[in-house]
Nanobody, 118 residues
Framework: QVQLVESGGGLVQAGGSLRLSCAASGSISSIKTMGWYRQAPGKQRELVAA???????TYADSVKGQFTISTDNAKSTVYLQMNSLEPEDTAVYYCNVKTYGLVPRTYWGQGTQVTVSS
């Protein structure tokens, strides 16, 4: 089992920056990927960024060059550094973890609100 706790959301002005954190606990050694999804009002949840246990990142085209995903040395916390924020980035951001195992599993954080004002 993996438990996820998110933090770092809030209200920022356009052009500002914010860093989200997601701390994982439990079966950390079983983690295959860690990442972030977001869901804006009236829209589907979409992948923002993900990183493998080996450190290889992937990004949605919409945030490439704007957001940066990273982990700590223990690979138990994933961060999302968000720069040059725009109102279109306003959404609830969810931490996501996928695990290895006989039955691969997906875990979700509770979500953290990011609001960007113009």
């Amino acid at each position: 089992q993996v438990q996820l706790v998110e933090s770092g959301g809030g209200l920022v002005q356009a052009g500002g920056s914010l860093r989200l954190s997601c701390a994982a606990s439990g079966s950390i050694s079983s983690i295959k990927t860690m990442g972030w999804y977001r869901q804006a009002p009236g829209k589907q949840r979409e992948l923002v960024a993900a990183i493998t246990s080996g450190g290889t990142p992937t990004y949605a085209d919409s945030v490439k060059g704007q957001f940066t995903i990273s982990t700590d040395n223990a690979k138990s916390t994933v961060y999302l550094q968000m720069n040059s924020l725009e109102p279109e980035d306003t959404a609830v951001y969810y931490c996501n973890v996928k695990t290895y195992g006989l039955v691969p599993r997906t875990y979700w954080g509770q979500g953290t609100q990011v609001t960007v004002s113009s």
